[in-house]
């Protein structure tokens, strides 16, 4: 009999967000004339930038004629968008970033994921509580952690605390890790990390050996010129961090599914025989293994985001969410309840109600206001006693779901 990756069975039963579809289900198939608002997963609403569109309608139209048609493609993305990338979103902002760093993918939560292939089974991983999902689930499934305890915690990770008191920031730890977590602007709590807060860790990682994963899905929405789009734009970062990047956000692809991972060849890693091997040779060798790249078309629409017609229009896209989550953090505040992120992010971190726990609070919200939003303890125990809330929807839908939210606290 064939045996399973066991390591499976330490995982709460299920993902989150594939959990909250759940209840929402099951309250919608029991209560059918409720019209509800999710404002849960951060899934766009909004439809595709016109220069993506039209992109992607030539790009068929070349698929469609033998003399324009393209089979397998580069694994790591085509050079005209890698190209791109490294031009506009690095080196623009001073980053050192080449394109033969830059490896096209279907998603960021794919990458965060998969990268674990290329590290071994005895590092010391440390993420933030609360923490988007996919880092800890991830190293689960790939035998990186014992059980979890009571509190939802894996033991062998290391948890660093965020909260109000500072600043959603972690601390630099105390102890040696190896590989580290970061994600700003942060999921779920919306908060951004200062160029300072950033060099820390940098220096950190330079002097224990350690490796930075930096998701930066949420770059875009920052809107405050001080605060650093990439991990790149701080000195040393490309001696020990990679980072991941989405169109899911910024362009609305998260059905589309575009993303790229940036795996600078200047980091390394440690082989057991205790030399150094380029983490880049090994991503390489991974992606180009497992991965047959993304389609020709959807590369396109990517492409036609660094147009000056396709900039415009992302840029109008992002403003919309950001206008939304300003309308949430305003009609929340107004209404008593403690509010955090949702400037340079489209999250919103919400103090639930005294006395509610996430959990409570979700189901409070979902019967009385019928509105989705993100129990906080569903992204790590002290995640307890908040709710995200996503500014991704329809002007109208995050106004009624706001009105509905206040005749119900
Ligand atoms: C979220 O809601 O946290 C994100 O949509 C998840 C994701 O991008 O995978």
């Not at 509800?36 to 469609?64: F, N």
């Not at 580069?74 to 979103?89: F, H, S």
């Not at 040779?281 to 492409?303: C, D, I, M, P």
């Not at 303890?377 to 908040?386: D, P, R, V, W």
Request: glycine share 8%; charged share 20%; hydrophobic share 40%.
């Amino acid at each position: 009999m064939a045996t399973i990756n066991d390591r499976y069975l330490y995982l709460k039963a299920g993902y989150l967000f594939p959990e909250i579809a759940r209840r929402v289900n099951a309250f919608a198939e029991a209560n059918p004339s409720a019209k509800i608002i999710k404002l849960g997963i951060g899934d766009v609403t909004e439809p595709l930038p016109e220069a993506c569109r039209a992109a992607m309608i030539k790009a068929v139209e070349e698929m469609g004629d033998r003399a324009t048609f393209r089979g397998y493609g580069p694994e790591q993305g085509y050079p005209w968008l890698r190209e791109k990338i490294a031009e506009q979103d690095f080196k623009a902002r001073r980053c050192d970033i080449d394109a033969s760093e830059i490896f096209i993918s279907d998603g960021s939560k794919c990458d965060t994921g998969n990268i674990l292939d290329i590290f071994g089974k005895d590092n010391a991983i440390a993420v933030t509580d609360p923490v988007y999902p996919v880092y800890v689930d991830t190293n689960v499934m790939a035998g990186n952690t014992g059980p979890a305890n009571e509190a939802g915690q894996y033991e062998g990770l290391i948890y660093l605390p965020i909260s109000a008191a500072n600043d959603f920031t972690a601390a630099i730890p105390s102890q040696k890790v190896d590989l580290i977590y970061l994600c700003f602007p942060n999921n779920p709590t919306g908060a951004t990390a200062t160029k300072e807060h950033l060099q820390q860790w940098v220096e950190y990682a330079l002097a224990n050996g350690s490796i930075i994963l930096f998701d930066a899905a949420y770059e875009a929405f920052i809107t405050d010129p001080t605060i650093p789009h990439s991990i790149y734009e701080i000195d040393g970062a490309r001696n020990c961090a990679i980072e991941f990047r989405s169109f899911s956000k910024n362009a609305g692809f998260t059905g589309t599914r575009c993303a790229l991972t940036v795996v600078p060849k200047t980091i390394t890693g440690k082989a057991s025989d205790g030399s150094d091997v380029e983490l880049w040779k090994l991503w390489n060798r991974r992606h180009s293994t497992k991965f047959n790249g993304v389609s020709y078309v959807v590369q396109r629409a990517a492409e036609a985001v660094y147009s000056p017609e396709g900039q415009a229009q992302v840029k109008a896209l992002v403003s919309f969410y950001l206008e939304n989550a300003k309308i949430i953090c305003e009609k929340l505040t107004a209404a008593g309840l403690t509010v955090y992120g949702g400037v340079n992010s489209p999250y919103v971190w919400v103090q639930a109600p005294t006395g509610l726990s996430s959990w409570e609070f979700f189901d409070k919200l979902l019967e009385k206001a019928n509105v989705v939003g993100t129990p906080g303890s569903g992204f790590g125990s002290a995640g307890e006693g908040y709710f995200r809330i996503s500014a991704f929807n329809s002007r109208e839908n995050v106004e009624e779901a706001m009105k509905r939210i206040l005749e119900n606290l």
